[in-house]
Every structure is written in C-alpha cells, then in structure tokens.
C-alpha cells in the first residue's frame, strides 16, 4: 500500500533540526466488508527519513479521535524503538463504516492486527494500550484471536458490560447517555454536517434536562439525527436481561475468556473507576484459564487518572500515583523485545491500601486520607476474613447478629426526588456527576440536590454505622449487601453505600463522610441478571447488591457505615415503581419499601476483613 506524504516532527526544542519521527496520516486501511479504518503510523527517523528495519509496534483503536490521542502517547515510545499506529474506530472521525458500540471491535481490530504484520517495517510483534473504551478495544482484540499481538495493558477497560458495568444490577448506568448526547455531537457521521452538528451540540449541552424527562424514546430527541447513536441508547436502556447480547465479544469477557488470547496482560484498575468491579473480574478470569503471566494494579483512582494521586475532595498521598508511560514501556519491552527487565518476577496483585493519613485539610482543602502499596498474590486475598455487619433497628451496624423476632425499617421512595449522586464509581461524568471521594453532603456543587443538607439527613436514606472503632479494620476486597425486601411496588430499586466516617475534627468539625463504593439492584433482577421477575407487593424476598471492590483502612476513631436507599441519581437511572417494561413508562408512583432486619432476616453487609 502506498503511505500518504509523511509529516516531520521534532523530538524537543534541543533538536529542532533534526526530526524523532515522521507520521503516515490516514491510511486506509481496509477491513474485510470494504469499510477503509482511517489510522496514523508514527515511525522512528533520522534526518526526516523512516529508519531502515523492522520495529515492534504499538495499537491504539480509539473512538476519540486518533489526531488528538496520538500525539500524546506515541513520541514518547517511538524514542523507545517502536512503530506507534493510532486508528479511529469504524464510523468515528475519519472512518468509513457506521459505528456500532464495541461489537464491531473484534472483527476490525483482527484485520488491522492481520494488515500490521504485513507491513515491510513490521517484525511481526505488536503489543496494545488505551484506557476507557480503548482499553475495551483492546479486549475485543483478543477476543478475535488476531496474529501478531503479544502483549497489552487495558486500563479501565470495558469489559462484562452487562454484569455491573453498562447495565449495574439490572439498572442503566446514565453515564453512557452522557456518552452518547457528547459522541453523537462530536466524530459521528452525522457531526461531520455543520448544522446538524450544531443541534447535537445544544443537546448535549441540555443533557441535565433530559435527564430529568427520561425516558429517551425513539425520534423524541435530536439524538433522531444520530440514528446509531440513538437506536443504541434506546436498545440499551431496555435491554436489563444480561443475556446474549451483553455477553457477547466486545462486551464481555468473563463469558468469552476461552476465545481470549494466551499473551501477557496487565490490567490497571481503580477503587472509584466506573470499571473497577470488571477488572476485578477480567483478571480472575485470566489468571485462572492463561498461561501467560498476568497480572493487574490496583489503586485509589478514578476513571483514566492513575499518574494522579488526588481524586475528588481526597488526597491519598504523592506515592499513589504512578508513571504511566513507563509502566507501560517496561511490559512491552519485556513481551516485544525480549528485554530481562524481571517484569514477569512482579507480583501478580499490586493493591493501594487506602487510608491511615493524618485526615488533615492540605493545602488544596483536601482531607489527607493517606494509603500504601502492597504487593500481593492472588485476588481475592486468601487470607481474607468474609465477615457480616449486621443491621440494627436502631441504626447500629454491628457483627452481631440481631435477636428481635421482628425488626424492619419503612421509607418511601419517590423517583420524582431521588438521592442525588455525590461522587463514587464514575466516568462519561462531565456536566452530570462527580467522580471519587467525595463527602456525603449536597450543595451547589451537586446540580440536582434541593439543598446543603448531608445525604443522611433524608428520610430515603437509612444509616446503619458501627460505635467508634477501637482498633483499626482493613477491608480489601469485594463487597456484597445482602438484604431481606419488601414493597408496595412490583418493582423497585435498591442501593448501597459503604462510608469511612471521620470524627468531628479542627479541620473538618462536622466530620467527613467519605464514601468509599456504592451499588444497586433492580427488584425484578433478585433471582438471575439473565431474567426479569416481578415482585408480588408485599412479599419478603432475599436480594444480594454487589459493591464496587475496594481496599481501605477504617482507623481507630472511625466509623463503618452502609447507606441504604433505592436511588442514586443520575449514576442509575430511576425506577419508576411501576412495572412496566424498561424504558417505557409514562408514570412515576411511589413506592414504600421495607428493609427487615430480624433474627430469621438478618440483613447484612459482608466486608472482607483482612486480619492484622
């Protein structure tokens, strides 16, 4: 194939005269129905010429525009002796083909693994990165198979979307509306026409509003003029069961792991990353079917931002961020280039165990949390201690369990006045939410909270929190709420928060409630996530609401307390309470819903204690 006009690009301001690499722009590269991948080569040079030989590469398939991406990332390893390729997604920028979310991905990413290994430059080996979507293109890839790919580091990659990622217990998570009201607006097909991409723009911009009028039905919105856009959303938003079409390769992994290929992998994850649960589950499912090493990093991060170590209103220390282009270059050294820099003698699991700081205000206003690394063998931890937190009628949360014959706490939920979202396991947020540690308190800076109060202040909100700890407690690992349920409705929502309390302070005297996970479950998803059953009003029913995984040291002085309600808004979307089919409704009713918490329906939280 004959290469476009190469640009020359300088390495630094030291070497202006004397260009680091030169760029192949949109090369077509075909895919196996006709449809041209519009994609960036990035190559080593001297003298503004390519170098002579064959160099390992380096993939990025993104939907964001590989004319911002790779610039960023590729002159850092094209100094390193690699081949750098960024390639828009099918139907994204400068791509034909009409995009579709993830499902196309491996397909398209095996014929540009096939098309790379026959480029005269190539020495047959390439390796992946990308985070976010990207990270799920990188899934997708080796999901398909594809000759020439030897490695790869997915960070915070979508993966088991159907599980507790695009759809979470059943709900929606409203974040991939944001997406698509921002995507549709920007490298859509339909964007590329000035007026129409105009109108796409002003609903973006009204995203709040929509938000507040779901649901998003057919040729209601603009989104009309972003058909795929729209006809995806609306598919997703409906489609609770997690069947077939979330398991599938692109969306899944845990249920695709067998068609995954056997090549080295290393996963980065966060504690408030949207994906953080996924990870989790990618990597015990590589660990256990692959030979090749894998292995995966955890730390105190939101969504995309490992080389940072403060997230929301927390700081976690200097220690918690990492250095991402060369935890990167030394994985692909390892796998590309035969380099013996030990990589593979690492630990298996590197965690951030949160907590243990001063818990002082820094000099950015925010609370020193604090944190360390560990180095670690397997996840879950085997020495983990699973051990339930019992709920109380009078709001105590205690490993005791309850003796009362009868116990139980009623509230209403009205899906017209939602617990707003302060924070937690978030991305797609701009202009909607809050991502990470956050305090459980509303103001103007939540934009649907009625007012300054804390979350706990409300009625729909139930407390359930220990006495003072006396010594502290580390929880690593997952967490499940395991509720006893009724209701008025036949069908309902039901959430959960786990929260470190901090003593009242001199520099936070009314305390600190930082939140640490949070989860739902749609009632009529209690038995199977594969299919829906209604509730008979009334009717008491065991429900299990897995939490996002996390790693924290509840000091001495401390609190451990669970939150429960039935929304989180507008990180789920809200149940209407009335039965109908998802993302169909016209109504919205209350429902009255009942936690019990007796000796025979003993309602708990199940923390992994890990002994001191």
Known sequence: MRLLPLLCLCASALAQTEPAFVVARNVMVPMRDGVRLATDIYFPARGGAPLEGKFPAILERTPYNKDRSGPGWAPYFISRGYVCISQDTRGRYGSEGVWHMMTDDPNDGFDTASWIVKQPWSDGGFATLGTSYVGGTQHALALSNPPGLKAMVPVDAVSNAGYHGMRNGGAFELRFLNWIFLNAAGGSRASRDPGTRAVLEAANRQVREYLANLPVRKGATPLRLAPEYEDWLVHAMGHGENDAYWKQPGFGVVDQIGRYKDIPVYLIGGWYDSWGLQTTMSYMALARSKRSPQKVILGPWIHGAHTQSAHGQVDFGKTAAIDGQAFRLRWFDRWLKNTANGVENDAPVKIFVMGGGTGAKGEDGRLQHGGAWRNEREWPLARTRFTPYYLHADGLLSSDKPREAAGRTTYDFDPSNPVPTIGGNI??????????????????????????????????????????????????????????????????????????????????????????????????????????????????????????????????????????????????DLNPNTGEPLNQHRSLRKAVNTIHHDAARASHILLPVIPR
């Open 427 to 572: 991305s797609s947020a701009v202009g909607i939410m809050l991502q990470g540690a956050w305090d459980q308190k509303c103001g103007e800076h939540i934009w649907n909270c009625r007012d300054s109060l804390p979350l706990s202040a409300r009625r729909d909100v139930l407390v359930f929190q220990t006495e003072p700890l006396t010594a502290d407690v580390e929880v690593t690992g997952p967490i499940e709420v395991k509720l006893w349920i009724s209701s008025s409705a036949p069908d309902t929502d039901f959430t959960a928060k786990l929260l470190d309390v901090y003593p009242p302070s001199r520099d936070w005297p009314g305390g600190f409630d930082l939140l640490l996970g949070d989860g739902i479950l749609r009632a009529r998803f209690r038995n199977s996530l594969e299919k829906a059953e209604l509730m008979k009003p009334g009717e008491v029913y065991p429900i299990t609401i897995k939490l996002y995984p996390t790693s924290n040291v509840f000091q001495a002085g401390h609190r451990i307390r669970v939150d429960i309600s039935s929304s989180n808004f507008p990180r789920f």
